[in-house]
C-alpha cells in the first residue's frame, strides 16, 4: 500500500455509471479509495438494479481498492440513518482520513457550517416542535431560514444527503474530513444526453425502456452487467405479487411496529395491500403530498422486513467485505489490526443472534425472488467477495 492517505466514498452505484468514475478517479490519484456501498437495497427504497457482489465488482474494476456493504438496514434509512451508519462504519474502521461526496453545492466550507446549525439547541428545539403539514423537507427549509436566513443549498437532494455526512462526522467527533466534489453533468435528468455525465436514474430507466445505456458506463462496468445479465442476475425488477402477498399476510397493527408508521400509516399499507391489485395500484393509492414516494416506499419496506425504529437508531454491528484488489488486501489487513468493527468475508461468520445479520438475510431472502431467474433463499450466502489479483 504506497499511498499514505485513505479516502472513503459512501455509494450506491446503482448502477454505477461515468459520473461515478469521474469522482474514484480524481480519488484515487493520491490516495486508498475505499467505498462503503448499500447492499441488495437502496436508500430510493426497494432492490437495487444488480445485486451486491455484481456492483462492488464494477467499482474495484473503476478504481476503487476496497469495497464493505453498507448494513442494512441503514441502506434503507432515511438520509440521517443512512449517513450516520455508514459515517459510523467509517469511523470504525479506523483507517479513513477523508471522506469525499459529489453534490450541488461543492464547498465543505458551507456544508460544515449549515451542519452545525442544525445542530445547535435553538434549531433542534424548532425542530422539535415541526408539525410537518408541509412535508418534512419544506418544513426544515422554512425552520432554518427563520433561525439563519435563506438557504439555497437546503432545496438539493445531494447536498442535503452531504450536510446529513457532515452531521454524522459532528456527532462522532470524527477526525475524517469532509471533500465536497461539485456534481457536473445533468444529474437530474431522467433522459440519457450525450457528451455529459447521466444521472442513475436516466440510467435505470434506459435498461427498464430496453435502451443501450452501456456507453453512459465504464466499458468494465456495462460488461459486467452484460454477463449478469446472461446468469440471469440482470436486471432486478421488483416482484410485485411476492411484496404484495407478503404484506397481505400481516396486518395493521403489527406494521404500527415499524419504523415509519405514524399517525395511522401502517393501517393505510396494510388495507391497501388488500385493495390493490398491483404494485403500480399500490404505491398510486399509498402516495400523498405529505411524503415523498422514497419514504413511504422505504415504510413499506419497513413492514415487510419488520424493521423499528431502535433497528434504525442502533449502530452496526459487523460489515461485510464484497470486493477489494490487491491495494485493498493491504488496506484490509491494516484495518484487521485497529478496526472497532467485525469485517466478515463470509454471512456464515455473523452470530445467529445478530439482529443486523437476521434482517439482512430478510432482505437478501426477499432479493432473490427480484432476479430474472429466481434463486434460493440463501443464495447470497454461497458468494465470496470479488478479487482482483492484477493492480495496475
Given at each position: 500500500m504506497k499511498?499514505?492517505?485513505?479516502?472513503?466514498?459512501?455509494?450506491?452505484?446503482?448502477?454505477?455509471?461515468?459520473?461515478?468514475?469521474?469522482?474514484?478517479?480524481?480519488?484515487?490519484?493520491?490516495?486508498?479509495?475505499?467505498?462503503?456501498?448499500?447492499?441488495?437495497?437502496?436508500?430510493?427504497?426497494?432492490?437495487?438494479?444488480?445485486?451486491?457482489?455484481?456492483?462492488?465488482?464494477?467499482?474495484?474494476?473503476?478504481?476503487?481498492?476496497?469495497?464493505?456493504?453498507?448494513?442494512?438496514?441503514?441502506?434503507?434509512?432515511?438520509?440521517?440513518?443512512?449517513?450516520t451508519g455508514a459515517v459510523s462504519v467509517l469511523e470504525r474502521l479506523s483507517c479513513v482520513d477523508e471522506l469525499w461526496f459529489g453534490c450541488e453545492c461543492g464547498d465543505a466550507g458551507k456544508l460544515t457550517e449549515i451542519a452545525q446549525n442544525m445542530l445547535s439547541k435553538k434549531y433542534l428545539s424548532a425542530l422539535d416542535s415541526l408539525s410537518c403539514d408541509e412535508g418534512y423537507a419544506l418544513s426544515v427549509q422554512k425552520i432554518y431560514s427563520e433561525l439563519y436566513g435563506p438557504c439555497p443549498e437546503l432545496e438539493s437532494p445531494n447536498n442535503l444527503l452531504a450536510i446529513e455526512y457532515v452531521k454524522a462526522l459532528i456527532r462522532l467527533d470524527s477526525s475524517i474530513k469532509p471533500v465536497a466534489i461539485k456534481r457536473e453533468g445533468d444529474f437530474h435528468s431522467e433522459v440519457l444526453k450525450e457528451n455529459t455525465f447521466p444521472s442513475a436514474?436516466?440510467?435505470?430507466?434506459?435498461?427498464?425502456?430496453?435502451?443501450?445505456?452501456?456507453?453512459?458506463?465504464?466499458?468494465?462496468?456495462?460488461?459486467i452487467l452484460r454477463q449478469a445479465e446472461k446468469d440471469g442476475l440482470f436486471p432486478i425488477c421488483e416482484d410485485?405479487?411476492?411484496?404484495?402477498?407478503?404484506?397481505?399476510?400481516?396486518?395493521?397493527?403489527?406494521?404500527?411496529?415499524?419504523?415509519?408508521?405514524?399517525?395511522?400509516?401502517?393501517?393505510?399499507?396494510?388495507?391497501?395491500?388488500?385493495?390493490?391489485?398491483?404494485?403500480?395500484?399500490?404505491?398510486?393509492?399509498?402516495s400523498t403530498k405529505k411524503f415523498t414516494d422514497a419514504r413511504l416506499r422505504r415504510t413499506v419496506y419497513n413492514c415487510l422486513f419488520g424493521i423499528k425504529e431502535a433497528?434504525?437508531?442502533?449502530?452496526?454491528?459487523?460489515?461485510?467485505?464484497?470486493?477489494?484488489?490487491?491495494?485493498?488486501?493491504?488496506?484490509?489487513?491494516?484495518?484487521?489490526?485497529?478496526a472497532d468493527i467485525p469485517i466478515i468475508t463470509k454471512p456464515a461468520d455473523t452470530s445467529a443472534d445478530s439482529r443486523q445479520a437476521q434482517l439482512t438475510d430478510r432482505a437478501d431472502a426477499y432479493f432473490t425472488l427480484s432476479l430474472p431467474r429466481p434463486r434460493q433463499s440463501g443464495f447470497f450466502k454461497t458468494l465470496s467477495p470479488y478479487v482482483k489479483e492484477n493492480q495496475e
Open positions: 499511498k499514505t492517505r485513505t479516502a472513503a466514498l459512501i455509494c450506491e452505484f446503482n448502477p454505477l455509471h461515468t459520473g461515478h468514475e469521474y469522482i474514484l478517479r480524481k480519488m484515487r490519484q493520491e490516495r486508498n479509495v475505499i467505498c462503503i456501498m448499500s447492499g441488495n437495497f437502496v436508500q430510493r427504497g426497494g432492490p437495487a438494479i444488480a445485486d451486491k457482489f455484481t456492483r462492488a465488482k464494477s467499482a474495484v474494476l473503476s478504481g476503487a481498492d476496497l469495497v464493505v456493504e453498507l448494513p442494512f438496514p441503514y441502506a434503507t434509512g432515511s438520509a440521517e440513518y443512512f449517513a436514474t436516466a440510467v435505470r430507466k434506459a435498461i427498464s425502456q430496453g435502451d443501450d445505456y452501456t456507453k453512459f458506463m465504464p466499458d468494465s462496468a456495462a460488461q410485485g405479487r411476492a411484496l404484495l402477498c407478503a404484506l397481505r399476510m400481516d396486518d395493521g397493527e403489527k406494521f404500527a411496529l415499524s419504523a415509519g408508521t405514524s399517525g395511522g400509516l401502517g393501517n393505510r399499507i396494510a388495507s391497501l395491500a388488500h385493495q390493490s391489485a398491483d404494485t403500480e395500484e399500490f404505491f398510486s393509492a399509498l433497528d434504525l437508531k442502533s449502530m452496526p454491528e459487523y460489515t461485510q467485505l464484497l470486493a477489494l484488489n490487491s491495494a485493498g488486501r493491504e488496506i484490509l489487513a491494516q484495518i484487521r489490526k485497529t
